[in-house]
């Protein structure tokens, strides 16, 4: 997996595609990424992406900066082996500069997820 694949995980009722922010090269043992999710005025609007903008997306949509997932790339790649995570189309690189950009910006995060992007070079 690389900085803006996107997957969804197989199999659980979470139906959300998620996306990767920080830079799995950096490090393999800790892979950030956020999910998309139906917008609505009590979410976040911090990151409000529109269909055009990329096209997995059929509704505005925004990012759950609060639910952060923390994963390695083993378990990344043993899940796609397993049948458990679903690869996808991987966002635009202006997209994935947008999603990373929110961080700076949404309270709806913990700051040392900030610092670990910030120490990355990604934000």
């Known amino acids: 997996m690389r900085a803006g694949d ?11 595609t998620w996306v990767v922010v920080s830079d ?3 490090n393999p043992s800790q892979v950030y990424c956020v999910a998309f999710t139906s917008y609505n005025v ?17 509704h505005s949509t ?8 923390i994963l390695s790339v083993a378990a990344l790649d043993g899940g796609i082996k397993k049948g458990l ?3 996808r189309t991987p966002v635009p690189p202006e997209l994935l ?6 961080f700076n910006s949404t309270r709806d995060t913990r700051f040392e997820y900030i610092a670990f992007l910030i120490a990355q070079g990604v934000i």
Do not use: M, N, W
């Open 6 to 16: 996107t997957f969804r995980l197989q199999g659980v009722a979470d139906k959300h």
């Open 24 to 26: 799995p090269d950096q």
């Open 42 to 58: 009590s979410k976040d609007s911090t990151c409000i992406i529109q269909p055009d903008e990329f096209p997995l997306l059929t």
């Open 62 to 69: 925004c990012i759950d900066y609060f639910d952060v997932k």
């Open 85 to 87: 995570i679903q690869k």
């Open 97 to 102: 500069r947008k999603i990373r950009d929110g």
